[in-house]
C-alpha cells in the first residue's frame, strides 16, 4: 500500500507564491519519478512538473521559469514551488509517484486558487 499525503494548497493572490509537498509512505520500495499534475472541472489533467529519482525534472511550458520541483529522497517527499502565481493556475493539484515497474499512485489532491 501507498500512502501519498500532499499539504501547501490554499488561496493565494495573483502574483504570490505557494509552495506544495507530498510525502509518501508505505511500499515504496523502488519508487522513481515523483511529480504533479493539476486538473480544473471539464478538463483532462496535466502534468505540472515531474523529477525523477535521479533528479531529472520536466515542466510545462505554462509553469516553466515559474516553478520549481524538488525532492527529498530521505524523506520521500516531493515539492513544487510555485511563483508569479496566475488565475489561471487555480486547479485542483495532485502529487503522483511512479514505480520501476511502471505502476503509478495519485494522492488525493489539493486545492490551489489564485485570485486576480
Known amino acids: 500500500q501507498v500512502r501519498l499525503v500532499e499539504s501547501g494548497g490554499g488561496l493565494v493572490q495573483a502574483g504570490g507564491s505557494l509552495r506544495l509537498s507530498c510525502a509518501a509512505s508505505?511500499?515504496?520500495?523502488?519508487?522513481?519519478?515523483m511529480g504533479w499534475y493539476r486538473q480544473v472541472p471539464g478538463k483532462q489533467r496535466e502534468l505540472v512538473a515531474t523529477?525523477?529519482?535521479?533528479?531529472?525534472?520536466n515542466y510545462a511550458d505554462s509553469v516553466k521559469g515559474r516553478s520549481t520541483i524538488s525532492r527529498d529522497n530521505a524523506k520521500n517527499t516531493v515539492y513544487l514551488q510555485m511563483s508569479s502565481l496566475k488565475p489561471e493556475d487555480t486547479a485542483v493539484y495532485y502529487c503522483?509517484?511512479?514505480?520501476?515497474?511502471?505502476?503509478?499512485?495519485w494522492g488525493q489532491g489539493t486545492q490551489v486558487t489564485v485570485s486576480s
Open positions: 503522483r509517484v511512479t514505480f520501476m515497474n511502471s505502476r503509478y499512485y
Open positions: 508505505g511500499s515504496i520500495f523502488r519508487m522513481n519519478a
Open positions: 523529477i525523477t529519482s535521479g533528479g531529472s525534472t
